[in-house]
């Protein structure tokens, strides 16, 4: 069974970055969930291990980067310029079948972290 731990959230200012961690990462497609307090949880980034290609949501283009570390079975979350509405607890999950190229659905994906909060202080 692939269990996945997250690290490196807390608080972050405004407009500033932190980088999350992903550990365990040994199935083919590995994404990032957000769910904000009230709000449904959301697909912000994925990446395939075969290809090293990735997905981005919208609201996190060009300022969100996914990498991994196949070596390390490790996927990163390098977040730029943050902003308010990035408040919310980031979930890794991971996909033994999945390409990512699209939108994330939460029922694709097999394995799931525990979360990590990332609060942006303005």
């Known amino acids: 069974q692939v269990q996945l731990v997250e690290s490196g959230g807390g608080v972050v200012q405004n407009g500033g970055s932190l980088r999350l961690s992903c550990a365990g990462s040994?199935?083919?497609?590995t994404g990032w969930f957000r769910q904000a307090p009230g709000k449904e949880r959301e697909g912000v980034s994925c990446?395939?291990?075969?290809?090293?290609?990735?997905y981005y949501a919208d609201s996190v283009k060009g300022r969100f980067t996914i990498s991994r570390d196949n070596a390390k079975s490790t996927v990163f979350l390098q977040l730029n310029s943050v902003k308010p509405e990035d408040t919310a607890v980031y979930y890794c999950?991971?996909?033994?079948?999945?390409?990512?190229?699209?939108?994330?659905?939460?029922?694709?994906?097999?394995?799931w972290g525990q979360g990590t909060l990332v609060t942006v202080s303005s």
């Open positions: 999950a991971a996909s033994a079948d999945l390409y990512c190229d699209g939108f994330m659905d939460p029922q694709d994906f097999d394995a």
């Open positions: 040994v199935l083919h497609a």
């Open positions: 990446i395939n291990r075969s290809d090293g290609s990735t």
